[in-house]
């Protein structure tokens, strides 16, 4: 069964510094990998993915995140942290291979931007 | 345009009280999904329906939960005789899986249900 671990239930960092949301995972088969970001009071978006391909993927609103197989990571980052980005980030897996398209979400690491 | 339509957008009921939760999804979306956010909580899955084929049911925590689909397209989450615990906030999200399940999900802003 698939399985994604956030470490961090909250980082702070300060605006204009590069950020990491660490995230881990561990599946049967091949990953997908998502990152998804809840602002307040709001549903979910949708931030970037791996599939396949290029290790290093890009996303909306500047973020992008590393595909790390030999250490099953894939940490969401920006180069450099606005105040808007303070909100509740979750990673999230499928193994399509054992679960088809079940979706497992981590436990969410909330951002603190500050200025 | 139209996104992922949930209600009522909140719901108050005693326990006990049995309670259905609606969930819209985006047009043309074959993959439906619901999932359960306790207050401080990570996303926990419950159920997945995908075209024509069985939901899967692994994450309903018991046998008071149910959901169904109908047509394709608007889905029910059904809560039976409801405890304290159930009060959380349930999300629905649709996607577009027209092969190897790579498309992002598109939430809506859930359904806050709190049981007295």
């Known amino acids: 069964a698939q399985s994604v671990a956030q470490p961090e239930d909250q980082v702070n960092v300060a605006e204009g510094n590069p950020l990491t949301v660490k995230c881990t995972y561990s599946?049967?088969?091949?990953?997908?990998l998502f990152w998804y970001v809840q602002y307040p009071n709001r549903g979910l978006q949708f931030l970037l993915k791996y599939i396949t391909g290029d290790n290093l993927v890009k996303g909306s609103y500047g973020f992008e995140a590393e595909f790390n197989k030999s250490q099953t990571s894939f940490h969401l980052k920006k180069p450099s942290a606005l105040v808007s980005d303070s909100a509740l980030y979750f990673c999230a897996v499928r193994d399509i291979l054992t679960g088809g398209f079940k979706t497992i979400f981590g436990a969410g690491t909330r951002l603190f931007v500050k200025a | 345009g139209a996104g992922v339509s949930q209600s009522p957008s909140n719901k108050v009921t005693e326990k006990g009280k049995d309670v259905e939760l609606r969930c819209d999804p985006i047009?043309?979306?074959?993959?439906l999904y619901w999932y359960r956010q306790s207050l401080g909580q990570g996303l926990e899955f419950l159920i997945y329906f995908q075209g024509n084929s069985a939901p899967d049911k692994s994450g309903l925590p018991s046998d008071r939960f149910s959901a169904e689909r109908t047509g394709g397209s608007v889905s029910t989450l059904t809560i039976q005789r409801t405890q304290q615990e159930d009060s959380a906030v349930y999300l629905c999200?649709?996607?577009?899986?027209?092969?190897?399940?790579?498309?992002?999900?598109?939430f809506g802003d859930g359904t806050r249900l709190s049981i007295l």
């Open positions: 047009s043309g979306h074959t993959a």
């Open positions: 999200a649709s996607s577009l899986e027209a092969g190897p399940g790579n498309q992002p999900q598109h």
């Open positions: 599946v049967s088969g091949n990953p997908y």
